[in-house]
């Protein structure tokens, strides 16, 4: 089986852009989660999509967003940058049965933005 | 509010002996507990989880981790280090059936296997 994907690995921006993150998950799965991973911060929990509805939601500004569509993909949008999203953002996929709250987690490899 | 500690940000041991990653927690009810690893430039990947059951779980790569309840912690173990053990582990806490309870992960902590 296939493992995470996202798209694109790398991504340079200026303040004030916006951005879209892309991540396909395992076949079969239906929960995909978001991530912002900062040496300062560490790994915080963006938000939680589950048969295209958002099923958590972690403490960030509104400019930070997601969807999930019908095969399951996701896209994360992050509007109006600022210099402080810089951060390696991590999609993770699972079943998302039963609430997903004892699902191990499927994580890609990340997207490295970077905002100038 | 539940929460995750890793009170080590670097642990260094040497190639051969046993190694301990600590992790405590802090949650409302019976807790899911995992271990996750991060290899540089890569994502996350899985080693085990407590659910329920047998308090000692054992994982992927020889790694095994000790639920206490008492002590509310779920320390990351293994017999016999190995240099490719040196990665970044995570220890992330989630709470019981609660439509609001999101996965919590500690800040990390830095192991360093020394040949």
């Known amino acids: 089986k296939a493992g995470v994907t996202q798209t694109p690995r790398y991504l340079i921006k200026t303040r004030g852009q916006q951005v879209t993150l892309s991540c396909s998950p395992i076949?079969?799965?239906?929960?995909v989660s978001w991530y912002q991973q900062t040496p300062g911060q560490g790994l915080q929990f963006l938000f939680e999509?589950?048969?295209?509805?958002?099923?958590n939601k972690g403490n960030f500004p509104g400019r930070f967003s997601g969807r999930q569509f019908s095969n399951s993909r996701s896209e994360m949008n992050v509007s109006t940058l600022e210099l402080g999203d810089s951060a390696l953002y991590l999609c993770?996929?699972?079943?998302?049965?039963?609430?997903?709250?004892?699902?191990?987690?499927?994580f890609g490899p990340g997207t490295r933005l970077t905002v100038l | 509010a539940q929460s995750v500690a890793q009170p080590e940000d670097q642990v260094n041991v040497a190639e051969g002996n046993p190694l301990t990653v600590k992790c405590t927690y802090s949650?409302?009810?019976?807790?899911?507990l995992f271990w996750y690893v991060q290899y540089p430039n890569r994502g996350l990947q899985f080693l085990l989880k407590?659910?329920?059951?047998?308090?000692l779980v054992k994982g992927s790569y020889g790694f095994e981790a000790e639920f206490n309840k008492s002590q509310t912690s779920f320390h990351l173990k293994k017999p016999s280090a190995l240099v490719s053990d040196s990665a970044l582990y995570f220890c992330?806490?989630?709470?019981?059936?609660?439509?609001?309870?999101?996965?919590?992960f500690g800040k990390g902590t830095r192991l360093h296997i020394l040949p």
């Open positions: 992330a806490v989630r709470g019981p059936l609660n439509r609001d309870d999101k996965i919590i």
């Open positions: 993770a996929s699972s079943l998302g049965l039963a609430g997903g709250y004892t699902d191990t987690q499927y």
């Open positions: 407590y659910i329920t059951g047998d308090n």
């Open positions: 999509y589950f048969s295209e509805t958002q099923r």
């Open positions: 076949s079969g799965h239906r929960s």
């Open positions: 949650v409302s009810g019976n807790p899911y």
